[in-house]
Structure formats: C-alpha cells, structure tokens
C-alpha cells in the first residue's frame, strides 16, 4: 500500500508566537546588517574609482576575497576562529559583522559599477567648474549613480534577508533557528520549514515591494 502524506499545521500553531519572534528578530538583523554594509560598501565602492593604484588595488581584493569565499565560512572564522586569537565576539556581534562585512563586498561592486555608469562628461565639467575630487562625487557623481544602483542594492537587501538564516550555525535565534525549536519538539519537520520558507516569502516580497515604491520615487525626483 502507498502511504498518502498528509500535512498537520496544528501541531505547530501553539509556537506561533516563537515564529512571529523569529521573524522579527530576522528583520532586525537584516536591517542592521544592510545598513552596516551599505556603509561600508560605498566606501569600498568608491574607493574603488580613487586615481591612486594602491587603494583601488586594496579595494579590489577585498572585494574579491568576500565575494570568494562562502558568508559561512567567513562567520566560522569571525565566531570560531578569532578567539584564537584572543578576541571572543558574542554570536549576535560576529553574525552582525560577518554579514556587514560580506555585504559591503557585494555593494561595493555595485557602488563602483553604478559610478562608472555616469558618463565621463560629467567628471569633465565638474573639473572645468573647479571641484574638488570629493565635491565632484559628494555633489555630482553620486546623486546620479545612486539612481543606477537602487534594483541592484534592493536585490542585496533581498538576498541579505535570505542569507541572515546562516545565523542559526551560531546558535542565534533567528527564525530558522526557530524553526529547529519548534521541529524538534513537535517533531512536524515538514510542516514547521514549509512555516519557515511562506514566512521569508512575505518578508521578501514586502521587501521587495516597498523597494520598487523607492525606486520609482526616486527615479520621479
């Protein structure tokens, strides 16, 4: 005989409220981080175009060593691996950091992309009128290049949110973290991550929503 699946949430909706938690806590970090590594991205990002050969050469490698290399790995080594060095991080400071920083990788190419993008006349007649490098990007160059680089830094504050379940390695309670809880009392594994995944659906898709209304705001200004 075929056994038929059949999908019981109700085992699984007294731990609501852990899910709701989980969800917030996701948010949370994720906003901390994008906000951390949009920072640090544009300063990677710029840096990147600078005329001078040993700094943009530092920015390129860094960039090319995170986006290398696994966000997981770089967690271990930020959690699991500087106290050996004697610097011990709380889980939730190291999963903030290793996000942020893997983050700014990402932005930082799409900074120096979304620079590189506004044509070469305008530096040309920021020069004629007499600005400085730094008043030339701070006034000219990246108010344009911003607008060139919105989908694609929505799209990293997307993937950010998805990548933040890398968390629960640290034994952070964010939701997929929540989500092992909850199975391994209940033990309704199928139930409780399809839970998980409709949850990072809604997150996204507001998300993403709330980024295209910027985006489109943006492009009106």
Request: net charge positive; glycine share 10%; proline share 4%.
């Amino acid at each position: 005989m075929r056994a038929e699946m059949m999908l019981d949430f109700s085992s699984i909706v007294p731990y609501w409220h852990m899910f709701v938690t989980g969800a917030v806590f996701t948010v949370k970090a994720s906003i901390l981080a994008v906000t951390l590594g949009s920072i640090m991205g544009i300063l990677i990002g710029a840096l990147r175009v600078v005329p001078v050969k040993p700094i943009k050469g530092l920015a390129a490698a860094y960039i090319y060593v995170i986006r290398g290399t696994p966000l997981l790995i770089q967690l271990f080594l930020i959690y699991f691996g500087l106290p050996s060095l004697g610097i011990n991080l709380p889980a939730f400071t190291a999963g903030i950091i290793g996000l942020s920083i893997n983050s700014a990788g990402y932005v930082g190419e799409i900074v120096r992309g979304g620079i590189e993008a506004v044509p070469k006349g305008q530096w040309e007649a920021a020069k004629v009128l007499g600005l400085s490098y730094l008043g030339t990007m701070r006034h000219i160059i990246l108010p344009q290049a911003i607008r060139n680089m919105l989908p694609a830094l929505g799209n990293e504050f997307v993937t950010l949110i998805k990548e933040s379940s890398l968390l629960s390695t640290l034994a952070i309670a964010e939701l997929t973290m929540v989500g092992q809880q909850v199975r391994s009392v209940t033990y309704a594994s199928f139930e409780t991550f399809i839970m998980v995944g409709l949850i990072y659906l809604c997150l996204t898709s507001f998300t993403s929503i709330a980024l295209q209304l910027i985006e489109k705001r943006w492009q009106v200004h």
